[in-house]
């Protein structure tokens, strides 16, 4: 119980979203160099390929852990709550579709410049509702604002004619940069994320936005 304790809450559920997104990465890395290993030799490695959708599966179990973690210790933010539950079921049908689990060729085009912006601003979007956490912190905007910036980079890939697999790349290292802000800025107690069970506390914190007096 005193395992769990220790994860049930904001920092342990934000650390849990942060490993779920180092598991993307590195997903992405060994699926990429197998790729390359299979175009020069054209073996196939059934071990590989277990452990790297096995690193995948696990990612989207941490994802979904995260997840359903915000939505039950967060007080209120409903908008943050339902867009991270979405993207959740939009990076899972990616991959669905991505990996052929369901032959879907007729309709989806995983280079599609439209699906890729689409999967950009989306996930732009997404990372914004984060300043819900703490709406007037300027650390939160910080974080999120960094995040952000990363996020619209994945827009570039469209350049190369490469995967949305590339935007999702570019998206987790975001997510990564975001979680860890966080993380760091919460263990310095310069944000403070009211959750069901905790003290409340009050006080002011002037946002970046705001003007200065």
């Known amino acids: 119980m005193n395992r ?5 809450n ?3 559920y934000t650390k849990i979203g ?3 997104n180092l598991m993307f990465v590195l997903f992405i890395i060994v699926t990429m160099i197998y790729y ?3 175009l020069r030799t054209g073996n196939i490695s ?3 390929e277990f452990i790297a959708y096995s690193i995948e599966v696990s990612g989207f179990l941490l994802m979904a852990v995260s997840v359903v973690g915000y939505a039950v210790k967060l007080r209120d933010r409903l908008l943050l709550k339902i867009f991270m539950s979405l993207y959740f079921v939009v990076e899972f049908i990616i991959m669905i579709f991505d990996f052929n689990v369901i032959d879907v060729s007729e309709f989806y085009t995983p280079a599609s ?3 890729i912006l689409s999967h950009c601003v989306f996930s732009v979007f997404v990372i914004m509702c984060y300043l819900q ?3 007037n912190s300027k650390q939160i905007q910080y974080a999120v604002s960094i995040a952000a910036v990363i996020s619209m980079l994945a827009s570039f890939s469209i350049v190369f004619n490469v995967r949305v697999y590339a935007s999702v790349l570019v998206n987790s290292l975001a997510y990564i940069v975001l979680y860890s802000l966080v993380l760091f800025f919460d263990k310095r107690d310069e944000i403070y994320v009211d959750c069901h069970g905790d003290v409340a506390k009050v006080y002011e914190d002037k ?3 705001d003007d200065e007096e």
Do not use: D, P
């Open 113 to 115: 410049k439209a699906l």
């Open 18 to 20: 942060l490993l779920s």
């Open 207 to 209: 946002g970046f936005f």
């Open 36 to 38: 390359s290993y299979y």
């Open 133 to 135: 956490l703490e709406t």
């Open 4 to 8: 769990f304790n220790r994860i049930n």
């Open 10 to 12: 904001f920092r342990g």
């Open 46 to 48: 059934a071990i590989v």
